[in-house]
């Protein structure tokens, strides 16, 4: 059956014109190596027409990205189809009431969610019968599909889920997701995941540090105190201008504006950075800790030359650890290993240079900016923490920090500047409300059922979930992702059953290749997956359950890990009903409880209606200071009645209807005093007494105790972890691309490959969207000397190698990416050939399941060779879009 309202949305232009007319759209975008054509326009001899007006009404809809930002995002509809979409006009833009303005990937969500590639009905994997006999698993992502209808497909999925639970236990059964599955909890439990994922190592109870959680937000101070206040602004791998535009580089710009001077740390000088016109130290991917250990000898060796760059009354009254005053408990101190003292290796500029590649005389002069003599405001992204060996950043960082009195003051700070988002603090100026399913379903009392089996306590790291699953034996070590860390124990585990939401593990996690091995293995009886467009979870699947999209729904309430975190509350909408088949994920947990025999309102007891009712009317926000909090949304029983739902009337801010239409509410700022300001770690630096921190000397913990014992503690290193940092060999790091380091010898992966963020991504969404693929071009970053050793022309097809597996991209060159290395941007979702050689380039294709350290994901370095390719070009992206044939 026919979806016509969806049959509307083909483009009513072909390939030719729609590549040429959304080039046009992306002039200005244009890299070395991956600028969008023109040649289509020249040879065609068309131009964009002007906009027309058009009926519809201008709808905000969900900006269901993964980038952070939480922009504000219209389009215009009619009859349920998307005509145009534009973002934030609600308001003139200025710096104190920025516009939240959306950028070029929001504006493709509607093909994303509704292109040639939707998965349309449910299907089956030819091959799979259920069972657990003829299963057929070699065949997944080979084998043909067919459509099957709803009642077969929730029938096979109830009765093998049944079967499965029944027979193995909840052991049996993994969700791949740190989100975990509220179906299969009420099912009697499931193995879990945890997974460092974008924060890495920064993960690892920053709390027991001393800093605030990353959960809660706050390391750094917010957006009017940076712009005003910061002399020298460090940013430490940051690149908002491809990871989170819109706002944050307005906010850069104004400190830029009022004379503050950029720093930038990375391995390639990148379009944040030049805007900012800031000075770029530069260094190779995973040696951040190298780096900071000769900025720290560097700033005492200045102070004690006469410098004055060390804040001595801040470390020993805000920290512990730094030096002799307070050792750890085996007598050690940091100041002692910076210095050699207790392994003969001083941390000097030369020693860290060669490992770095950063000239030593820019460790020198970086150390000198460091200082306490000046405001300075270091914000870090995570990107140098999602390496291997990083597991000492975060307290080094801290501890740089401190030095030089850089926390708790106006213009002075040192942290994760969250999500690029030039615009920190706790996420306490606003509030969404509870869905109220969970006090609801307590309230009927109804039981989930019973097989007979106790809930596991089951977590397995994500760097080795794929090999666990292949193997059937794992490393259970509790969460390092907090504090709820034990000593590791060696596990066996017999995985039965997957389940994948609408999410990409085998795109996320690492080892696309281990993957594919483990959903081949015969030890896997049933996958299941629940998407809207075929990941490549969902081509590995036996079961597809075509899920609607954020567009389809009934609508809620977002807030983003950028300024729509801490000053701004959207309100989206529906475009739609469900397109063809889909359905929504709680209405499929329904049907699966219901045809095993249970009672689903134990889990979903309220109509989703009712739970995003529910969610805008319990939303609040500051009304005049942060500590303020008042019902921002005026709700009346016509509102009530009109929704269908059951609530009470209530006085707010803002009515109903206006939060709806308007789709964004927003404080308005003045200054840095106006009652919302931020300022990180402001009352333990007043009085560290009455406001300790949460660590167990309630200071900055530079010998932190705890971290010594909880990295020792889970085994996964054969290194021994002391309690202040220091510098540990990585795996798949620089010293790893030599076959012998003392020769300097390169073996046979001499480049360090690493995933910068890219302005066609957003982390793992708009992978299958043609619109982003025309304009912008997926390649690889390269030196431009390198290639040229190599033998290697911009443009050109190049096999990239690592030991676990092989991409082909198309060669961008530059001397703003440090030789010796490689950035494959983060983002493309795999395509395997008949070799095993992934034509889309995704990341994953090149990690291994490497898990050392806490566990850390180590994304942004791994060893690898670059070649060029001798089979045919590569073709372009725009003409890669992967559509199952069963559902056509």
């Known amino acids: 059956m026919t979806d016509d309202r969806f049959a509307q949305r083909e483009p009513a232009m072909d390939r030719r014109a729609f590549v040429a007319a959304s080039t046009a759209a992306a002039a200005g975008l244009s890299l070395a190596g991956c600028a969008p054509s023109v040649e289509k326009m020249a040879e065609t001899g068309d131009a964009p027409s002007e906009p027309q007006e058009q009926a519809g009404v201008w709808t905000t809809i969900s900006c269901m990205q993964s980038c952070g930002g939480r922009c504000l995002n219209k389009a215009l509809v009619e009859d349920g189809v998307i005509l145009r979409q534009k973002t934030d006009d609600t308001h003139e833009d200025s710096q104190e009431f920025p516009q939240q303005r959306g950028c070029l990937r929001g504006r493709a969500i509607g093909e994303m969610a509704f292109g040639a590639d939707r998965i349309k009905y ?119 201008a491809w990871s989170a535009m819109g706002s944050p580089t307005w906010h850069f710009l104004a400190a830029k504006e009022r004379g503050a001077q950029f720093v930038f740390v990375g391995p390639t000088y990148n379009a ?44 020993h009254t805000y920290c512990i650890g730094f030096d002799e005053e307070s050792p750890s408990r085996d007598g050690e101190h940091f100041l002692g290993y910076v210095r050699g003292d207790y392994d003969g290796v001083p941390k000097t500029p030369e020693w ?125 070590v509790g969460n390092p992702c907090g504090i709820d860390v034990v000593p590791g124990e060696e596990r066996t585990i017999d995985i039965r059953m997957i389940e994948n939401g609408n999410w990409s593990p085998m795109r996320s996690l ?28 969902a081509q590995y699947a036996d079961i597809i359950l075509p899920l609607c999209s954020d567009l389809e729904r009934d609508g809620g309430t977002l807030m983003g890990t950028g300024d729509g975190g801490r000053e701004v509350v959207f309100c989206y909408s529906q475009v739609c009903e469900p397109v063809y088949e889909s359905k929504s994920s709680d209405e499929i947990d329904n049907l699966i409880l219901e045809a095993m025999g249970y009672d689903h309102r134990g ?54 209807s206006e939060f709806r239409e308007k789709g964004v509410y927003q404080i308005p700022r003045s200054s840095a005093d106006d009652g919302y300001g931020y300022i990180a770690y402001e009352d333990f630096i007043a009085d560290p007494q009455k406001n300790p921190r949460e660590s167990e000397s309630g200071k900055f913990e530079i010998c932190c105790q705890w971290k010594a014992d909880a990295l020792n503690a889970m085994g996964y290193s054969e290194d021994t972890y002391k309690p202040y940092p220091t510098y540990h060999v990585p795996v798949e790091g620089f010293e790893q691309t030599f076959d012998d380091w003392g020769a300097k010898k390169k073996g046979d992966y001499p ?138």
């Open 122 to 240: 449910p299907l089956k994997r030819k091959g799979w019968q259920p069972g657990g006999k003829n299963f057929h698993p070699e065949l997944r992502g080979r084998d043909e599909w067919e459509r099957i209808s709803w009642d077969e497909a929730i029938r096979y999925v109830a009765d093998e889920t049944k079967r499965i639970y029944s027979t193995y236990g909840p052991r049996s059964v993994l969700v791949p997701s740190a989100f975990g599955s509220a179906l299969h909890g009420y099912l009697g439990g499931y193995v879990g995941m945890w997974d460092t994922n974008s924060q890495g190592s920064a993960r690892l109870g920053p709390s027991k540090l001393g800093l605030t959680d990353n959960a809660k937000r706050g390391q750094c101070n917010d957006r009017y105190d940076m712009a005003t206040n910061a002399e020298t602004i460090v940013l430490y791998g940051c690149n908002p």
């Open 272 to 315: 944040s950075a030049s805007m900012l016109e800031a000075r770029w130290v530069r260094t190779r991917p995973g040696t951040d800790t190298a780096l900071l250990l000769a900025v720290a000898y560097e700033m005492v060796r200045q102070d004690e030359a006469g410098e004055g760059l060390i804040d001595w009354d801040f470390l």
């Open 352 to 476: 860290a240079s060669e490992i770095c590649g950063t000239p030593a005389e820019d460790i020198t002069w970086f150390a000198r900016e460091l200082g306490c003599d000046k405001a300075v405001f270091i914000a870090s992204s995570f990107a140098a923490y999602r390496c291997n060996g990083a597991e000492d950043l975060p307290q080094l960082m801290m501890t740089v920090g401190a030095m030089g009195g850089h926390f708790g003051k106006p213009g002075h700070a040192c942290g994760v500047y969250y999500a690029d988002s030039a615009s920190d603090g706790p996420v306490n100026l606003i509030l969404t409300g509870g869905s109220g399913e969970a006090e609801a379903a307590e309230a009927l009392g109804v039981d989930g059922p019973d097989f007979g089996f106790e809930a596991p306590d089951d977590l397995i790291g994500s760097s080795e979930l794929w090999r666990a699953v292949a193997t059937g034996s794992y490393r259970f």
């Open 510 to 537: 690492l080892d696309t290749n281990q993957a594919v091995e483990a959903l081949r293995s015969d030890r896997v009886e049933f996958v299941v997956n629940r998407s809207f467009v075929p990941r490549l979870d």
């Open 603 to 656: 889990l979903h007891p309220l109509s989703e209606r009712q739970k995003t009712f529910n969610e805008i009317a319990g939303t609040t926000v500051a009304d005049g200071s942060a500590d303020n909090q008042v019902t921002l949304v005026s709700i009346t029983q016509e509102d009530i009645d009109a929704w269908g739902v059951e609530g009470t009337p209530q006085e707010g801010l803002i009515s109903w």
């Open 751 to 888: 480049f360090q490959c690493y995933n910068p963020h890219y302005m066609r991504f957003a982390n793992g969404v708009f992978g299958n969207t043609m619109m982003l693929a025309s304009i912008l071009e997926h390649p690889v970053f390269m030196n431009n000397e390198d290639a040229t050793a190599l033998g290697i022309e911009d443009g050109d097809t190049v096999l990239v190698s690592s030991r676990y597996g092989s991409v082909l991209r198309h060669a961008s060159l530059s001397p703003l990416t440090m030789p010796g290395c490689v950035g494959l941007p983060n983002g493309a979702w795999a395509q395997l050939d008949e070799s095993g050689v992934d034509v889309a380039g995704a990341v994953n294709s090149l990690t291994g399941s490497v898990c050392v350290g806490m566990g850390t994901a180590g994304y942004n370095t791994l060893n690898v060779k670059v070649e060029p390719y001798a089979g045919a070009a590569l073709r372009a992206d725009a003409a890669a879009q992967v559509v199952l044939a069963a559902n056509e």
